[in-house]
T-cell receptor, first 113, second 115 residues
Framework: DGGITQSPKYLFRKEGQNVTLSCEQN?????MYWYRQDPGQGLRLIYY???????QKGDIAEGYSVSREKKESFPLTVTSAQKNPTAFYLC????????????FGSGTRLTVV | AQSVAQPEDQVNVAEGNPLTVKCTYS??????LFWYVQYPNRGLQFLLK??????LVKGSYGFEAEFNKSQTSFHLKKPSALVSDSALYFC?????????????FGGGTRLMVKP
């Protein structure tokens, strides 16, 4: 079955550490997105990529970095510069056609310990 | 620019009663509209979408939504709520004039269905 997979489901980070969240899709989607969600809140866009080897900052990119070396993969690194990284992170993908919605992964919950 | 608003942070309804979750939008062209549902600690799941055609769109789990162009609204409805419908609901819009192809999401509405 096609889908979008995020791993790990839960991640614990010590202060000062960088951690990388994985997002892989086998839907042949062109565009991929990373969102941050705080408890009971909406989605805030971190980064997005519409083609391989290209990505754009979203609304809250500071303290995060991404790469898009393959169409299927869009990993997110939470760096030590992100002062409050504890949150639920969601990855999404879509086709280029405008009548397509997004397909979401099941999320990664990151906690700073 | 495109935007979407969900004016209610929370909607409370008794099981068996009809429910409505409100969504209004703003676009410069024509809208493509979507509803998603999120259960705790899960990703967003697609419920339904309006692209063109019939203003009443039927989706998953018995939900439907009515597109109203004059009121720029796309409210989510269900004739009889279930306790299991309790979740966070997101409305999203894409403007047909949006070359960037991105969805804009509303802030979400928490639906609480009480037995």
């Amino acid at each position: 079955d096609g889908g979008i997979t995020q791993s790990p489901k839960y991640l614990f980070r010590k202060e000062g550490q960088n951690v990388t969240l994985s997002c892989e899709q086998n839907l042949n989607h062109d565009a991929m997105y990373w969102y941050r969600q705080d408890p009971g809140q909406g989605l805030r866009l971190i980064y997005y990529s519409q083609i391989v080897n290209d990505f754009q900052k979203g609304d809250i990119a500071e303290g995060y970095s991404v790469s898009r070396e393959k169409k299927e993969s869009f990993p997110l690194t939470v760096t030590s510069a992100q002062k409050n990284p504890t949150a639920f992170y969601l990855c999404a993908s879509t086709r280029a056609a405008v009548n397509y919605g997004y397909t979401f992964g099941s999320g990664t919950r990151l906690t700073v310990v | 620019a495109q935007s979407v608003a969900q004016p209610e942070d929370q909607v409370n309804v008794a099981e068996g009663n009809p429910l409505t979750v409100k969504c209004t939008y703003s676009v410069s062209g024509n809208p493509y509209l979507f509803w998603y549902v999120q259960y705790p600690n899960r990703g967003l799941q697609f419920l339904l979408k309006y692209i063109t055609g019939d203003n009443l769109v039927k989706g998953s789990y018995g939900f439907e939504a009515e597109f109203n162009k004059s009121q720029t609204s796309f409210h989510l409805k269900k004739p009889s709520a279930l306790v299991s419908d309790s979740a966070l609901y997101f409305c999203a819009v894409r403007d047909t004039n949006n070359a960037g192809n991105m969805l804009t999401f509303g802030g979400g509405t928490r639906l609480m269905v009480k037995p």
